[in-house]
């Protein structure tokens, strides 16, 4: 019998707070026409602050909705074909598919759909202007996409900055012309200010996962950025992503694992199949846990970019010396962390390969997986040069085809066939209990 080391595991005591704010921020969304509040919505805006600082406004960021419709698989294939029929590729974006079904059919998880007043957008990778774009129009109301630089390694970045500054000052008059309100600067201000602390606690969590055992595993990276995705301004998050912060560190300390029996560490690359999250628990009964992905990182994480590709834990504004008193300190602040996103600048294909070489090595990865998927053209951008790069470096890799969002693209039997396969090329078999 092949003996190996078990570490202890037990739940996160914050699991609980979790799924309360992430229930109620639904609830507050849903529920903001009835209280006539002022609705906009986006997918992917990254700032909540910037269209909520205003009296009775909330902000619909559908990057989270989306995942839930995926959940259910006849809802997201219902969704899907509804796009489908309408005249839209099947190569789009299907998280913006899977938000426009459920517009279109007008029901979802939470009943009908909502009914927003304005639409605002960053755009950043080639579907997120398009999809409120669809949006906007489908509703007859008004939208602004703020244009986000993809900045490619060792470019000046101050100018950027700059640029940013001016499109969200732009964004902020436009909104108090539509909505006939006036932007709260100093509700704008603790905005940001919340927004940067959770962000930096977030990569803090991120990084704690390089440490042998994993504290957390990347379903449950999934679920903890509910709430930092829905309202990563307000106060409840921050205190949540603190005590989050706090209950990972002890698990470090104390060795708490996510997976009792971890011997293999797994990095997967690119959007998880949500309608098929069970993708994720096979490689456990082979003692190899998924401890993350650029995504689950970055997406709510500050981190930089090192000029070796290595992701640094982002220094705040007042860690940097920058003022954070008026309207335009918050604007140069949220520029600041825009242009610096490792996250964003991953988008690109120039220097991807050297940053997964280096998460590999900086996170402990014995193995990589790559989602080929149909429904993105931004993360899987560069996979085969990285996979080439990885053989030659001798760092075990696989690819699945799939998508994030519509389960027709995955045949299971084939990916599972093709992931067991892998767990046996790390020389792992299935353990004895």
Not at 26 to 50: C, H, M, R, V, Y
Not at 199 to 227: G, T, Y
Not at 277 to 290: C, M, S
Not at 295 to 317: H, M, V, Y
Request: charged share 25%.
């Amino acid at each position: 019998m092949t003996t190996y080391q078990r570490y202890q595991t037990k739940p996160l005591d914050c699991w609980q707070l979790s799924k309360e704010l992430r229930a109620k921020f639904f609830q507050e969304i849903w529920t903001a026409k009835d209280g006539g509040k002022t609705i906009g919505i986006g997918l992917g805006l990254f700032s909540n602050s910037l269209p909520t600082s205003f009296p009775d406004a909330v902000f619909a960021e559908m990057g989270t909705y989306f995942t839930i419709v995926a959940n259910n698989p006849e809802q997201a294939i219902q969704c899907a074909e509804t796009v489908s029929a309408r005249g839209y590729p099947a190569d789009i974006c299907h998280a913006a598919q899977l938000i426009w079904g459920s517009m279109f059919l007008d029901q979802g998880p939470f009943g009908p759909f909502l009914r927003p007043d304005f639409c605002i957008q960053l755009h950043f990778c080639e579907t997120q202007g398009k999809a409120t774009q669809v949006m906007s129009e489908y509703f007859n109301i008004p939208s602004f996409c703020i244009d986000a630089p993809l900045i490619p390694p060792g470019r000046p970045q101050e100018h950027f900055k700059k640029n940013l500054v001016a499109q969200m000052q732009e964004a902020i008059e436009w909104m108090e012309k539509v909505t006939g309100k006036k932007f709260d600067d100093e509700a704008f201000v603790h905005g940001v200010r919340n927004e940067w602390e959770v962000a930096v606690l977030w990569a803090k969590i991120c990084e704690l996962n390089k440490n042998i055992p994993a504290p957390l595993d990347i379903r449950m990276l999934s679920s903890l950025s509910a709430p930092l995705f829905l309202k990563r301004n307000s106060d409840e998050t921050v205190n949540y992503t603190r005590i989050l912060y706090d209950e990972v560190q002890d698990r470090v300390k104390n060795q708490i694992a996510a997976l009792g029996a971890e011997r293999c560490r797994l990095l997967h690359e690119g959007v998880p199949p949500f309608y098929f999250l069970r993708f994720f628990r096979i490689p456990e009964k082979y003692g190899a846990v998924f401890i993350g992905s650029s995504l689950d990182f970055g997406a709510c994480g500050a981190f930089e970019r090192q000029e070796n590709g290595s992701w640094r834990i982002a220094k705040t504004p007042k860690e940097l010396g920058m003022a954070m008193k008026t309207r335009e300190d918050a604007l140069y602040a949220l520029a600041h962390y825009f242009v610096t996103s490792a996250f964003m600048r991953s988008l690109l294909v120039i220097g991807k390969t050297e940053e997964q070489i280096k998460r590999v090595e900086d996170w402990q990865v014995d193995g990589v997986v790559f989602h080929c998927d149909r429904g993105c053209q931004a993360l899987p951008a560069g996979m085969p040069e990285a996979r080439l790069a990885f053989k030659e470096r001798g760092i075990p890799s696989m690819v699945y085809e799939a998508s994030h969002g519509d389960p027709r693209e995955l045949t299971e039997a084939q990916v599972v066939d093709r992931l067991e396969s892998f767990m046996e090329t790390l020389g792992l078999d299935p353990l004895d209990d």
